[in-house]
């Protein structure tokens, strides 16, 4: 098992910048990923990385805009987000996959946070 804790997210403008981390616990995986669900959508990934080698992908709504970054020693991970929209908006989940693969799936990952609200507003 893996017990994941999410924090960071809340209210910023449009144009404004957040981070959430997500802190990990229990046994090894191989890939962190993001992912977020706006409400009346489906989940979307938002990013990934791979724990030990530090790899890492992006979806294209979010390249140049969002960081994923991770702290072995700490077992955290980070969600740098810039330059937020409201199109932003959703409740964003952090995920340990077993599976080792940067452009993961929601069905590929096994642990799950229990996520946080990033609300984008103009």
């Known amino acids: 098992q893996v017990q994941l804790v999410e924090s960071g997210g809340g209210l910023v403008q449009v144009g404004g910048s957040l981070k959430l981390s997500c802190v990990a616990s229990?046994?090894?995986?191989?890939?962190m990923a993001w992912f977020r669900q706006a409400p009346g959508k489906e989940r979307e990934f938002v990013g990934s990385?791979?724990?030990?080698?530090?790899?890492?992908y992006y979806s294209d709504s979010v390249k140049g805009r969002f960081t994923i970054s991770r702290d072995i020693a700490k077992n955290m991970g980070y969600l740098q987000m810039n330059s937020l929209n409201a199109e932003d908006t959703a409740v964003y989940y952090c995920?340990?996959?077993?599976?080792?693969?940067?452009?993961?799936?929601?069905?590929?990952?096994?642990?799950w946070g229990q996520g946080t609200q990033v609300t984008v507003s103009s």
């Open positions: 229990g046994r090894a995986f191989s890939t």
């Open positions: 995920a340990a996959c077993r599976k080792l693969r940067l452009g993961i799936r929601d069905d590929e990952c096994d642990y």
């Open positions: 990385i791979t724990w030990n080698t530090g790899s890492r």
